[in-house]
């Protein structure tokens, strides 16, 4: 049996998507009228006669068929072929508050975009104020709409979760100062992706019942709190006599925790009031919460071999930022001054290049005209120095976006693919170490493409490309933007262990967005990375010396 509401729905959505392919609007909207009629019968419309269902006012004959053909057949052909020639993240972008057909039409054909993360990465970068219909007023409600979408589907980006846990641990605080309270789990490891918050705590089960009376019990020390728009909270009941096994225990990831009970099986099960206390007993130094994923850090600390990670306070300058140049909200002074006010020695300004018409990329002349400014601004705001660098496309064949002799003009030139992003890992391969091989390619920047929970990337080989890049001299982007955190930081061991230097970079768009930087060091420690393996992490001074160094190792001068 089917019901009205469904075949409505079946018509609304063939109305939608013959509109976003800019199929004849009087045809697309008939279907929807259809669906309008549909919505409003009384009775179910499987029980009417042919002659019925064609006789509902703006059904008629054409559609009256291909409603009986859903009834008959529980199929919609028609629809099929549209579903089929419509990429699945565009089909989503209709879920979208204040997104219809004739916006996602602009935003697939004229922007190539294909998916939400995408998209909402685009209002990021301010690429719908460049095309008719999208204001700033109107990317910022597309933004908005589109983090509340997400929102609802039980995962945040790191980032998003930062910003909830602390709303939890404000209120917590207020109705519970005397409990203790710490976060737990993947929240507590810095995990890219959060789907669950996990709480440890003293307080009795009364005290967190009526401050979340929705809390329901799981066992005996476990209450789960199931909310509307945020992922599961899960707060655990512990005692002052095994706060510090607990802490342990709730925090490494399944596979850390099962081998540290296999190798220190007497250990882990005491009760220790300190977590620290537990990892002396064990012969470790302590592994700090980032790197309880990995069992291998298991055998650094025995062998006191633990990385002294990278903090924020060791990056010196920003690299990897764009102003109004491209596709930046804030002039070449302004990202500069914010910059230099915020303690930085330097900036590496990396607007896009010129087949970024989306980003209003630079052209050679306009190239000059910025190096002008760069020039005299430098002049001014000495000693800060601004480095003159671009982020030049890959385009599909490998080749970068200028010739030789323009590549020549810059300081730093982070090579990345920013199009035909639909690729089988060989394409992807062959198109990004040609790129590699570029003796000018100084960074390459995020290295899949990867926008965390709406797109994978292309497919690489990892290793291949840690090779290439060891061989050629090319440091390798850690893109600091919380949607990307791009290498991941899973292969960060592997390429420190190849001797590969490596730059965390925010991306900016912005002002603002330097604080970015955070959610790349935060990436970066779960990696192992330490500051002398930071290309960012290097004064202003280093930066020149090893910029000249590399051209030179390279025959570039």
């Known amino acids: 049996m089917i019901d009205n509401q469904t075949i409505a729905d079946q018509l609304i959505l063939l109305s939608k998507l013959m509109e976003i392919h800019g199929e004849n609007p009087f045809k697309a909207r008939s279907y929807a009228l259809a669906a ?32 009986q053909q859903i009834i008959r057949d529980a199929q919609f052909p028609l629809l099929q072929k549209y579903i089929d020639n419509t990429p699945p993240g565009v089909i989503e ?57 997400l929102s609802q589907k039980g995962k945040l980006l790191y980032a998003e979760a930062v910003q909830l846990a602390a709303e939890i641990r404000q209120q917590w605080e207020k109705h519970l100062p005397k409990a203790h309270f710490t976060y737990t789990g993947s929240f507590r490891r810095q995990m890219e992706i959060i789907d669950r918050l996990e709480i440890l705590t003293d307080a009795l089960p009364e005290q967190i019942q009526k401050l979340f009376p929705e809390a329901t019990f799981q066992d005996s020390n476990t209450l ?69 994923d990995d069992v291998r850090w298991i055998e650094k600390a025995r062998l006191h071999q633990l990385p002294q990670l990278i903090q924020v306070k060791d990056i010196k300058g920003i690299i990897h930022a764009h102003s109004q140049w491209s596709d930046g909200m804030h002039s070449l002074e302004e990202m500069a001054t914010a910059c230099k006010q915020q303690g930085f020695e330097y900036l590496v300004i990396c607007d896009h290049s010129q087949s970024a018409f989306y980003a209003n990329g630079l052209t050679p002349e306009r190239v000059q005209a910025q190096h002008q400014e760069i020039d005299e601004l430098n002049a001014r705001l000495h000693p800060f120095k601004i480095f003159k660098g671009i982020e030049v496309d890959i385009l599909a064949d490998g080749r970068l976006d200028y010739p030789d002799e323009v590549l020549a003009w810059f300081d730093v030139v982070i090579a990345s693919v920013h199009s035909s992003l639909q690729m089988p890992q060989e394409k992807a391969m062959q198109r990004l170490l040609k790129a590699i091989a570029n003796p000018f390619t100084t960074i390459l920047g995020h290295m899949t493409g990867r926008l965390l929970l709406t797109r994978n990337g292309y497919p690489v080989d990892h290793a291949a490309i840690i090779e290439a890049c060891n061989a050629h001299k090319v440091i390798i982007e850690l893109n ?33 967005g330097f604080n970015d930087i955070r959610y790349g060091v935060l990436a970066a420690q779960k990696g192992g990375l330490t500051a002398a393996q930071n290309l960012s992490s290097f004064s202003r001074d280093e930066l020149e010396t090893y910029l000249l160094k590399i051209r030179k190792e390279k025959g570039l001068q």
């Not at 419309?45 to 409603?67: F, M, P, R, S, Y």
């Not at 993360?117 to 999208?134: I, Q």
């Not at 296999?262 to 302590?286: C, M, N, W």
């Open 480 to 512: 600091a933007h919380p949607r990307r955190l791009d290498i991941d930081w899973r292969w960060i061991p592997q390429a420190v262990d190849a001797g590969i230097m490596l730059s965390i970079d925010p991306d900016a768009h912005a002002m603002d």
């Open 224 to 292: 789960q709190l199931i909310r509307s728009q945020h992922p599961p909270l899960y707060i655990f009941l512990s005692s002052s006599e095994k706060w510090g096994t607990d802490l342990f225990s709730r925090t490494g990831s399944t596979d850390f925790v099962k081998h540290m009970e296999k190798q220190f099986p007497e250990i882990v099960t005491r009760h220790y009031s300190e977590e620290e206390k537990l990892f002396f007993d064990a012969g470790l130094d302590v592994i700090p919460p980032c790197l309880r």
């Open 93 to 149: 972008m209709l879920q979208i508050k204040g997104l219809g057909p004739k916006k996602i039409r602009v935003i697939w054909k004229e922007m190539g975009i294909e998916s939400i993360g995408e998209l909402l990465y685009a209002c990021h970068e301010n690429r719908l104020l460049h095309h008719k219909g999208f204001g700033p007023k109107s990317q910022e409600s597309i933004r908005n709409e589109i983090l509340f979408y």
């Open 36 to 67: 309008y009629e549909i919505e409003k019968l009384n009775r179910p419309i499987e029980t009417l006669t042919a002659e019925e269902i064609q006789q509902i006012k703006g059904i008629g004959e054409a559609i009256g068929k291909k409603i």
